[in-house]
């Protein structure tokens, strides 16, 4: 038994598309029905459970006549519109069966990382897990335009287990866990354990998934095991006819062993669930002030802005070598920041107003995407 499954008593778990439909793009009731079960088993040992379910877009794939996932973004959101209330519809029949009630919760990138909604996704969350409520979460394909769409579930489900504080996080795919080659290939290994980063060389990971329905694959779902790893989190990873297995604590698939510590949730979101909207290049001095002291952004350190941007929007803050060190939610339109570059805020205060005396990106707004030396 794997004590890091049986002591966790907040757990989310995500299942693809490709292990809730069938290969004409619809969904498999019987695949849904048994995952719910094994989610109302987990509840009844008073583990509470927050479900990252896929399969909205591959859900209204067939009442739409179409064949496969499209890829023009309005075609893909017109099928979440008619698949995710068949999907929620599902889940909701399903889980009553258990006496279970369940709450659907749509996020976008956009929800999590401006700081009142993120406050608010996280109170809501909490507050349905308090009541006894199963959420169901999904991007909110259907409005989310490109910037603010995380790409995958499986990212999704990474930050989410942040989000909740959650002490385990179970990937569910439709192969029972990650090799060491193609599963397919004889002489594949399953590998049971990833302590580090170290344990990951020279293996060959996919990198699409081979379903038509779904936009994950192995990559994506080893780089969510890598955010949530790398704060604390341990994964499961492997198939969902193994669900029941896992969430029980029994070895079945790849267990990724936590490599971090607890990190603050909402700048793990702006680090890996936003794309920057411009650039910011610092000097060396602003580098140092940003990366070790944890100090915020002034006008002062930055030689160069590039990309259209507004205030609150994310920017990467670039070092004298071209390599993005921060990513921060900027307080001025890109327009106004060449004015100020490499002046005091005293002396922009003296000319311009007291308005220009605030930071270009405040310490709590602004994420490491590199380690102090």
Same mark, same amino acid.
């Given at each position: 038994?794997?004590?890091? *499954?049986?002591?966790?008593?907040? /757990?989310?778990?995500? /299942?693809?598309?490709?292990?809730?439909? @069938?290969?004409?793009?619809?969904?498999?009731?019987?695949?849904?029905?048994?995952? !719910?079960?094994?989610?109302?088993?987990?509840?009844?040992?008073?583990?509470?459970?927050?479900?990252?379910?896929?399969?909205?877009?591959?859900?209204?794939?067939?009442?739409?006549?179409? +064949?496969?996932?499209?890829? !023009?973004?309005?075609?893909?959101?017109?099928?979440?519109?008619?698949?995710?209330?068949?999907?929620?519809?599902?889940?909701?029949?399903?889980?009553?069966?258990?006496? *279970?009630?369940?709450?659907?919760?749509?996020? $976008?990138?956009?929800?999590?990382?401006?700081?009142?909604?993120?406050?608010?996704?996280?109170?809501?969350?909490?507050?349905?897990?308090?009541?006894?409520?199963?959420?169901?979460?999904?991007?909110?394909?259907?409005?989310?335009?490109?910037?603010? #769409?995380?790409?995958?579930?499986?990212?999704?489900?990474?930050?989410?287990?942040?989000?909740?504080?959650?002490?385990?996080?179970?990937?569910?795919?439709? *192969?029972?866990?990650?090799?060491?080659?193609?599963?397919?290939?004889?002489?594949?290994?399953?590998?049971?354990?990833?302590?580090?980063?170290?344990?990951?060389?020279?293996?060959?990971?996919?990198?699409?998934?081979?379903?038509? *329905?779904? $936009?994950?694959?192995?990559? $994506?779902?080893?780089?969510?095991?890598?955010?949530? +790893?790398?704060?604390?989190?341990? &994964? &499961?990873?492997?198939?969902?006819?193994?669900?029941?297995?896992?969430?029980?604590?029994?070895?079945? =698939? $790849?267990?990724?062993?936590? @490599? =971090?510590?607890?990190?603050?949730? #909402?700048?793990?979101?702006?680090?890996?669930?936003?794309?920057?909207?411009?650039?910011?290049?610092?000097?060396?001095?602003? /580098?140092?002030?940003?990366?070790?002291?944890?100090?915020?952004?002034?006008?002062?350190?930055?030689?160069?802005?590039?990309?259209?941007?507004?205030?609150?929007?994310?920017?990467?803050?670039?070092?004298?070598?071209?390599?993005?060190?921060?990513?921060?939610?900027?307080?001025?339109?890109?327009?106004?920041?060449?004015?100020?570059?490499?002046?005091?805020?005293?002396?922009?205060?003296?000319?311009?107003?007291?308005?220009?005396?605030?930071?270009?990106?405040?310490?709590?707004?602004?994420?490491?995407?590199?380690?102090?030396?």
């Amino acid at each position: 038994m794997r004590p890091e *499954v049986t002591a966790a008593r907040r /757990v989310v778990v995500k /299942v693809g598309s490709s292990s809730l439909t @069938t290969a004409a793009g619809g969904l498999d009731p019987d695949r849904l029905r048994a995952l !719910v079960d094994v989610l109302a088993a987990a509840r009844a040992r008073e583990v509470e459970v927050v479900l990252v379910s896929s399969g909205a877009i591959a859900a209204g794939l067939a009442p739409l006549g179409l +064949t496969r996932r499209p890829t !023009v973004l309005a075609s893909q959101q017109a099928a979440a519109a008619v698949g995710q209330g068949l999907l929620v519809h599902r889940y909701t029949d399903e889980l009553a069966r258990h006496g *279970v009630v369940a709450g659907q919760v749509l996020l $976008t990138a956009d929800d999590v990382t401006r700081r009142s909604h993120y406050r608010n996704a996280h109170q809501t969350l909490a507050r349905l897990l308090e009541l006894g409520v199963l959420p169901i979460v999904n991007e909110n394909d259907t409005v989310a335009t490109s910037e603010i #769409r995380f790409g995958d579930n499986d990212r999704l489900a990474a930050l989410v287990a942040h989000l909740v504080h959650a002490d385990l996080l179970v990937l569910l795919s439709d *192969v029972d866990g990650l090799y060491d080659g193609s599963p397919d290939e004889p002489g594949s290994r399953l590998v049971e354990e990833v302590a580090a980063d170290a344990d990951l060389a020279g293996l060959r990971i996919g990198r699409r998934s081979g379903s038509g *329905v779904g $936009t994950g694959g192995m990559a $994506t779902k080893v780089e969510a095991a890598r955010i949530a +790893t790398g704060a604390a989190v341990p &994964v &499961v990873l492997t198939s969902a006819a193994n669900a029941g297995a896992a969430l029980a604590g029994r070895p079945v =698939g $790849t267990l990724f062993r936590p @490599t =971090g510590r607890k990190r603050p949730t #909402r700048l793990l979101w702006l680090a890996h669930a936003t794309e920057p909207r411009g650039a910011l290049s610092l000097d060396a001095g602003a /580098v140092r002030a940003v990366v070790e002291r944890r100090a915020s952004l002034l006008a002062a350190g930055i030689t160069a802005v590039e990309g259209r941007f507004v205030a609150g929007d994310p920017v990467d803050l670039v070092g004298p070598d071209g390599v993005p060190v921060a990513r921060g939610l900027v307080n001025f339109d890109a327009d106004e920041l060449p004015a100020l570059l490499g002046r005091s805020s005293r002396e922009l205060a003296a000319d311009l107003g007291a308005a220009y005396e605030r930071e270009v990106v405040h310490r709590d707004d602004l994420a490491l995407l590199t380690s102090p030396v």
